[in-house]
């Protein structure tokens, strides 16, 4: 019995000693294969992470090579074939100069100033009865505008005609006599006297009549000022004044303004440079042209001619006064309008006309890049005597030459030069250029 407990205690000793031999090694086990597991992930994800870095450098190389690539062969192709390139020849296009006309202009601010400007006023005190104008109506000379009450001054000429013709009646009285006193002083008839007394009569009488004629002359006068008409041509402004209302002898009360549009005028300050070539010119007896130009200074409104110009200098300014005459057929040009004025100096013939955009300035000094036959530069000193926005004309240079006109940043004396197509300078045989003005005006170069 005790042998077999013996037994029993072994046999369940042993069996607990290998069930926690059996449940460790199993532990043991699953732990090393969950280690191992997570081993293997972390390989797999750090393999993952390099080969991704690795294909992004190999993408970031491929871009930069391929960019990097593509504009050293553009810049090759650029120096090598177009002349664009840093290292390459300097890529202008060429204009020519040429020989032609061109017209020197001196350009101004104008204000747009009528012939004659008419304000009526009344000379006779009365009620309006009528007024015959339109507010803004062209009217002509003679033409009816208003109609003050005439009757009170109808009745005072009257009168006076009465006067005038009571005294008429007087010297011829008195001259009759004076004839029967001669008369009978021939025949010794009567004293010397008496004739003389009467020659003295009809001196007087002659001079009453006289008094009543000038009395009958101011009634016409005075009632002439009840039908007043236009003086002048032109075109009349807003009604001032209605039938019914009471004007007076003296008052500062307007009844019309007419302003004479046909011809019109444009008054416009020139520089005190340029006023002695006009004056040479205008001693010739030469009417200069004058071209006047809306504010924008784009649309030619009418061309005229100078008429006159002012006997001073305005010494605040340094300008001088002058005035064009239009005939305004159109009447596009109005008082106190704004435009800008054109005078025509003179015209240059056969001068050397070079593009505009050819011309460089170094400080004061104007030159040019002629073109070579070996595709090179040389820089050409030159004197600019006028232009537009088109050509210059010059001196010290020939016509026939090729200019650059563009890609002056990379230009200096003798450099190489690539030229490009442009479009050609648009010379005329006859241009315009400006010297310029007084006020607004355009500076000479």
């Not at 069996?15 to 293997?40: K, M, P, W, Y």
């Not at 006068?221 to 209302?245: F, W």
């Not at 005459?325 to 800008?340: G, Y």
């Not at 040389?378 to 232009?387: K, S």
Request: glycine share 8%.
């Amino acid at each position: 019995m005790a042998q077999q407990d013996s037994q029993d205690k072994r046999s369940h000793g042993e069996d607990l000693g290998q069930s926690f031999e059996a449940h460790s090694g199993n532990v043991g086990s699953a732990f090393e294969e969950r280690n191992s597991t997570e081993i293997v992930v972390e390989k797999k994800s750090h393999t993952t992470l390099w080969v991704l870095l690795i294909l992004a450098a190999l993408i970031i190389a491929g871009l930069v090579y391929y960019f990097t690539g593509k504009k050293s062969s553009s810049s090759a192709g650029a120096g090598g074939a177009g002349g664009r390139g840093q290292n390459g020849p300097a890529a202008i296009t060429v204009g020519q100069s040429t020989s032609g006309n061109i017209n020197i202009y001196v350009d101004a601010l104008g204000t747009v100033t009528p012939v004659a400007t008419v304000t009526q006023y009344s000379q006779i005190t009365g009620v309006v009865v009528s007024v015959h104008y339109r507010e803004g109506q062209m009217v002509h000379k003679g033409d009816p505008l208003v109609d003050i009450d005439p009757r009170p001054y109808q009745a005072t000429l009257t009168q006076a005609e009465g006067t005038l013709l009571h005294d008429q009646g007087l010297l011829d009285e008195y001259k009759m006599d004076l004839a029967r006193y001669q008369a009978a002083l021939a025949k010794n008839a009567i004293a010397k006297q008496q004739v003389d007394d009467q020659e003295k009569l009809v001196i007087q009488e002659e001079g009453t009549v006289k008094s009543d004629e000038g009395t009958v002359e101011y009634d016409k006068v005075q009632l002439s000022y009840c039908h007043i008409v236009a003086p002048i041509t032109g075109k009349v402004g807003l009604r001032l004044v209605d039938p019914g209302n009471t004007v007076f002898s003296g008052s500062s009360s307007t009844l019309v303004v007419i302003t004479q549009l046909q011809p019109i005028t444009v008054v416009f300050n020139v520089s005190e440079d340029n006023l002695p070539q006009v004056q040479a010119q205008l001693k010739g007896n030469k009417a200069l042209e004058v071209d006047a130009f809306d504010r924008s200074n784009e649309k030619q409104i009418e061309a005229g001619k100078l008429t006159s110009l002012d006997n001073q200098i305005d010494t605040t300014t340094g300008t001088v006064k002058f005035r064009a005459s239009f005939q305004n057929k159109n009447l596009d040009l109005f008082p106190n309008q704004f435009v800008n004025a054109r005078l025509l100096v003179r015209t240059l013939v056969n001068a050397v006309l070079v593009p505009t955009a050819a011309v460089q300035h170094n400080g004061t000094a104007a030159f040019v890049y002629v073109v070579t036959p070996k595709h090179t530069v040389t820089v050409q000193p030159i004197t600019a005597v006028t232009n537009n926005e088109t050509v210059t004309a010059v001196t010290g240079i020939n016509s026939g030459v090729s200019l650059a006109t563009s890609g002056f940043d990379r230009l200096e004396n003798n450099a190489p030069v690539q030229v490009h197509q442009g479009k050609p300078a648009a010379n005329s045989s006859t241009t315009s250029g400006t010297l310029g003005s007084g006020s607004g005006g355009s500076t000479s170069k």
